[in-house]
């Protein structure tokens, strides 16, 4: 059974930064992504990562400040947030997806199949 583990979220003031990490159990994926969710809102696509050449797509509102890579060897993705906001304030979820990905489909979150348990991250202003 495919399983994703996060780690690495926590408490942070605004304007400092916290790495979130991800690591696959197998290295079966097309790509990778984080996706996030707010009280009280909808999932909301944050980053993603092709495997194959690791084109990178990311929301604008993240642009800049978010920067998500990977580690092949590890089967891990992560995801480094800088200048956090309290608007960041989410439960952050790794997700993995066997299907093709592009620019239209990596912000989809029906074309993931597996889905991490989410780690929190909470941004004090």
């Known amino acids: 059974q495919v399983q994703l583990e996060e780690s690495g979220g926590g408490l942070v003031q605004a304007g400092g ?3 979130l990490s991800c690591a696959a159990s197998e290295r079966s994926f097309s790509s990778m ?4 969710q707010a009280p009280g809102k909808g999932r909301e696509f944050v980053a993603a990562i092709r495997w ?3 084109n ?6 993240v642009k800049g400040r978010f920067t998500v890579s990977r580690d092949n ?3 891990s993705i992560y995801l480094q947030m800088n200048s956090l ?4 304030t989410a439960v952050y979820y790794c997700a993995a997806s ?3 990905t592009s620019s239209y489909y990596a912000i989809k ?3 993931y199949a597996y889905w991490g348990q989410g780690t929190q991250v909470t941004v004090s202003s």
Do not use: H
Request: proline fraction near 3%; charge should be negative.
């Open 33 to 36: 992504a984080w996706f996030r």
């Open 17 to 19: 930064s916290l790495r």
């Open 73 to 75: 060897a590890k089967n």
């Open 109 to 111: 979150d029906d074309r």
């Open 85 to 88: 906001e309290p608007e960041d």
């Open 52 to 54: 194959s050449d690791g």
């Open 98 to 100: 066997t299907r093709y």
């Open 56 to 61: 990178i797509y990311s929301a604008d509102s």
